[in-house]
């Protein structure tokens, strides 16, 4: 009960002033904006963290489907290559045979 005591006449000395208007005297208005800037962009973000990962989990599966697409059009490309040389090997005459390969 006489710490309640303290802590009315501790308001009463500092004028009934609330604790963050002593705690902006002592570090400063541009300190105290800075503070609570930073409060709010961390309150900001934690809101906005699940979403920022969801996004990015997205965009992950679409860059994968992508890259697998990719590889598998260079696939069907170098089988159609390697078709086509074939063919060009064995309608060439045997002079000209060393040209399918370059």
Same mark, same amino acid.
């Given at each position: 009960? @006489?710490?309640? =005591?303290?802590?009315?006449?501790?308001?009463?000395? !500092?004028?009934? &002033?609330?604790?963050?208007?002593?705690?902006?005297?002592?570090?400063?208005?541009?300190?105290?904006? @800075?503070?609570? =800037?930073i409060y709010f962009l961390v309150q900001k973000? !934690?809101?906005? &963290?699940?979403?920022?990962f969801s996004l990015l989990k997205a965009h992950n599966n679409v860059m994968y489907q992508q890259m697998e697409e990719d590889k598998r059009q260079a696939n069907e490309i170098e089988r159609s290559n390697k078709f086509l040389q074939q063919i060009c090997f064995s309608v060439t005459p045997n002079s000209r045979r060393q040209e399918c390969f370059k």
């Amino acid at each position: 009960m @006489s710490f309640l =005591l303290a802590m009315q006449n501790k308001r009463e000395y !500092d004028g009934g &002033q609330p604790w963050w208007v002593g705690s902006i005297y002592k570090i400063g208005i541009p300190a105290a904006i @800075s503070c609570y =800037l930073i409060y709010f962009l961390v309150q900001k973000v !934690d809101t906005k &963290q699940d979403e920022i990962f969801s996004l990015l989990k997205a965009h992950n599966n679409v860059m994968y489907q992508q890259m697998e697409e990719d590889k598998r059009q260079a696939n069907e490309i170098e089988r159609s290559n390697k078709f086509l040389q074939q063919i060009c090997f064995s309608v060439t005459p045997n002079s000209r045979r060393q040209e399918c390969f370059k």
